[in-house]
């Protein structure tokens, strides 16, 4: 943790804890979490569930949300470190009830659900009994450009009437997943901004179909993974939109500033990881009679990780103080910048580790080929480089104007 | 093709009937093949065995043996253009019967095997009946200091005993698979190079067991793939040895040299396809009104693309060359320069068509990611490119003695 | 700035006044200061005189200097903008009295400087009146090992007699520079680190000649530069040791971390100049019927910039917060790691902003080519990338002994 | 040299005795030529009059022009190894009458001009007795859209009047520099590429200034160099029109593409040199107790660049081969291709030449900063990087039309 910042003595405290809790419990439990996918890919590992009372007893639960009634209540800049450490181990997240797109959405409904709305979804959400997802990227549109979306919410009566197709959709093949945040236009001829809107679908309504999941590089990340979604004439509630129709688009921007940082934060660790890895690895390894660590390349490779993920970190950090301070909107740009940042380092960073263990890094073996694939697929997910660069771009140039 | 080589004009006719047979029998079919995987994993997929007495018709047939009373007597030079063609579709190579790692096992029985061994492996080999495997690298040695190898050959009467564990053994999990090359070590007490002797296994013997199968970055590539084998007191007679005990080491030398040639010229025709897919993609993909085609970072990666893979295939062809006129021994520097350069360029190549692909193509929906996982697994197998850099570095040093 | 940095009201308000100064007094000079030059090279430019004792006026002077006595008494880390916007025109520092290497050798002797030292030599230098340098580089050692120093300093009487060649001397050619700081073996006898003293030996002593002035990248440097110097038995008093006999690896070492840090915020500030011209440049200039700003890869050009920037930005303050708390020992890594990080950053900063310029890019028309040197040659003087990479890797690999 | 090129004996043997005399004649001159250009910047180096007419008695002269009549009539692809070896020394293309951008000239006259201007200009400079110019770069205008040019050449009478400025016209400051070929707008209504003219202009005609050189990166390049001119009012007789009005883009066009090609492979031999002094270097220095060519990150470096520059030189091969086939046009993609290419390998190459040197390498005392220059600048001249990717991409872009 950097020491300038000071975070409270109460997010330091809790980062101890966390660090503590990871080495008792999460660590020495990781093989067993993999072997418990590899028995049954889509069932929830019994593991996590074990774990969670723990991690609940401890007092390390929905550390995520900074309403401090249901949650932590701690700043994005004091959650920053706790974030990192748990991205550290894939199995992680969900132990401490800190996973994505879950958070994301019980932000969403803290903030914005009806009462009755918290109490059906939040509040299961809260307790870790049930799971979440969140439907926004289309396969026809191009996710760079999100107010393309087509997936159709027609009043029909009382009731809206859901029809579309979408991919990429997180968790939802997950069996604990009962509900579907789902945006979609209702309403063509709004302006721009505010021609969707974004409701509450559960999983086992009628129409709502997972045809497939999707792989990414050769992962399917079961048990969460990557669904694709039908959505054939679903009809619920009018009821079930989240702070009324035309907020979609507002909801969805707001939503996705704090979870890019999260994101960010937890490849991180999962890159810090890499590179602790990396450094074991390479002190044990021997090859024409000495420790792969006394190699040059070796080392400049260690020093160069190690100054790319500091000044990735840093990044990370402004952003989430630039978040604190003025809401995603007034963080965007430092958003974007991270967004670009972030995984790029931590795919450098990994893909060096990889290359420091030989066959062994391109296996199931460690967890490197997956991280990898999480940090690639992150260069592309929540908006490809391309368009964060853009508008990283647009305010350099307008500072000239 | 490159005009100044002057290729045979036989070579020529052969090429140009092979890219007809790829485009009206492969390519066509690449759907199939990956359904037929799909639903059954570890089973040869129905339509290669379909397609190979076609190609056999077509004279495309062990394209890749240089003796001409059995195969086709090409040059490494000559077979360089049709061996990149053949890369361009993952099932492609094993329809014209020129998939590794049979094609160095092929040469390596025409070569040194016994009358015997030939009418026992060679000749269902060259009629596509059966498969092979290439045992050689273990878990517990850095591949890239070979002469460490310890699986134990050890004479008892007239019999051989094998006992070691190798991983990495592609194609060993194939139902097809019926003999292995295994290298092991035969007399510590020999000079270095003389220690090791390369021995033919039947998989069926007692004591030869597939105990798993290795992914490359979540792909398990079956039906051929990469296999962890146990030898585990593995009895066979004595005349099993190719070429006589103690000669593995240099077999294996002399047997790597043209592989490494081959995985070079298939994995840029590999890339090849994926710039293509580039192409067809960014021309198709509209963004923020406008194809993404008239995007200038697009042009230029494609751009880069092009001179990078004109100036990887010029090296190849070097390397071709040299290893026709000389011998792997003599064309050692050439093929460690391929062997850092292609893979390196391919990844960037198919990286910038994943990337121009969106979230498309980061899962099964293209070829890409299994592309992309390929190439970055060749900067490891077959030596990691820090063996060849050193190899590289040692001549050019040695120049100014 | 960095808001969650929280500089001293008396920072902040320092840095608006001096970004104030710069608008009004230096940017507008730039252009007469680069033609007296031109004019005669190895004359200080009058218009740094003229403007000398309006910064002072301003109270922007001595900002560098930590003792409040006698200079600003700003930490490093406030001190770090300041020196950021110094950077930003070659010709600024001086102005303030803030360029290296007086600002290191002013520290060295208020901090170990005896009385007499003090007046003859702090004294003018603080109020601008003289120069000075500091002579440690050798020709025949290699700079990254600087126990290795080869200079003599050896007692005859009272006095002492140095003789050895020292090069890269910057200013030592400046018709100011009266005194050189000059490191020498005075005990080869004693452990490694106590065999060097460092002596003040006035540039007008007999036997001290300045032989050549040494170009980088084609430029001299004028009238600052480096040279290169004989010390041919030059006979100094013996009480111009400072701090003492065998002292003088000790006071260089403590005096490069600050330095090195300097350095860095200044080359970030020159960085942060060529993204704005380069924002300019491609604002203006029109090719193919449409401003340059509207080209893509520029566009990805600026956005890069503008993140590797703000990374090493925050790794510089990191730094800084460190040498601050802990003095340089402690803050060793993350000073080696800006060190590396820096010109690296700057150095592609500025060479994007130079092929944003085309032609113009490359000559005497702007700072760019001039900038971009000094970025390169810092990956060199101060110590080697190389050097910095493995004080990092040893510290990372240390964590896992 | 490639030996499936297959030289002609006549090339190879040319080769030979090039190499040996730059062993005998050039390499151990290079100091003198060095002293005597920094001795009397804008003179004409003596010892380069001195071996003149040692090459050509040693039949080592004219070798670039393909007319067989008044040059050596070799192919491009002949003459490749030729000219790469001249470039390993930046005194050597002149001994031998090759050198830029006089060989351009030379072959425009040779192929257009007219008996009269045969006589007067093409004879001397075939003798090595004056030097020329090409004026065509206009700094109003984006060099990479020759179209724009905007000189005017107006009929008056018999006579031709030229009215422009032109810079970055390199050899314009050399004394011997006697005559400019230069390019501007003969009639602004014509279709687009038939609007210029190429006219001769004697270097002594009145209103012909040279108004200043240019620094590249510090360097002047002295004698050489490059400079602005004013064409004021400057009155030629009309017969001085080579081709005849309206050529002028045309004849441009085509003397660009062999340029170009000179200029790679003459940047190439230079790469070579630096990574000979590389290689030199490393075996030499002794840094932390052993040669800095045991360390690793210094042998990868030498092995990257050997890979890199292989792959350069048979891009350059494959252009020059389809130079020789199908002339300028034809080879237009080819030629894009290596301009992008070489530069940035020549420049890497060359830096990583720097960095094995440490401080000696950023100065006077080697060759490399004003190699790295030459390299730099040629990812500019004659068309930058930008459009000669754009070239590279328009073309395979069109292949999926």
């Known amino acids: 943790m950097l020491p300038w910042l000071g975070p409270s003595p109460r997010a330091r405290e809790l980062h101890e804890r966390l660090v503590a809790f990871l080495d008792q419990h999460v660590y020495p439990n990781e093989a067993r979490w993999h072997a418990q996918i590899a028995e049954e890919r889509w069932r929830p590992p019994p593991i996590v569930e074990e774990l969670k009372p723990k991690a609940r007893a401890a007092g390390l639960w929905n550390l995520f949300l900074p309403d401090p009634e249901v949650g932590a209540g701690l700043s994005t800049l004091e959650y920053a470190p706790l974030c990192e450490a748990m991205g550290r181990s894939p199995m992680a997240p969900e ?153 979609g688009f507002e909801i969805a921007q707001n939503r996705l500033g704090p979870g890019r940082v999260h994101h960010c934060m937890r490849l991180l660790g999962l890159a810090e990881r890499a590179l602790e890895l990396l450094c074991r690895r390479v002190r044990e390894r021997v090859a024409f009679g000495r420790p792969l660590a006394d190699q040059g390349t070796i080392r400049a490779d260690i020093a160069s990780s190690r100054i790319e993920l500091d000044q990735a970190r840093l990044l990370v950090l402004q952003a989430a103080h630039a978040l604190d301070r003025g809401g995603p909107q007034a963080a965007r740009t430092e958003i974007a910048m991270i967004k670009v940042a972030v995984p790029g380092t931590a795919r450098r960073v990994i893909d060096r580790a990889i290359q420091a263990h030989g066959a062994a890094g391109l296996c199931q073996d460690t967890i490197l080929p997956a991280a990898w694939a999480a940090a690639r697929s992150l260069q592309i997910a929540d908006g490809p480089d391309e368009v964060h660069r853009e508008t990283v771009a647009k305010l350099e140039l307008g500072k000239y104007e």
């Open 95 to 247: 132990v401490f009830n800190c996973s994505a797109p879950d958070t994301g959405n019980m932000e969403v409904l803290a903030r914005f659900g009806t009462p009755e709305q918290k109490t059906r979804w939040l509040g299961p959400l809260l307790e870790g009994e049930i799971r979440s997802c969140f439907a926004m990227t289309e396969p026809e549109v191009a996710s760079s450009d999100a107010t393309n979306i087509r997936t159709s919410i027609t009043r029909v009566g009382d009731a809206l009437v859901i029809t579309g197709r979408k991919w990429w959709i997180s968790g939802a093949a997950d069996p604990r997943c009962e509900v579907a945040l789902v945006l979609g236009r209702s309403d063509s001829e709004a302006p721009r901004h505010r021609r969707h809107s974004l409701v509450l679908v559960p999983m086992d309504t009628a129409g709502v179909h997972v045809r497939r999941t999707l792989d990414v590089f050769g992962f399917d990340g079961a048990p969460h993974g990557h669904a694709e979604l039908m959505f054939d004439a679903v009809r619920i509630p009018g009821d079930h939109v989240i702070l009324g129709e035309g907020r």
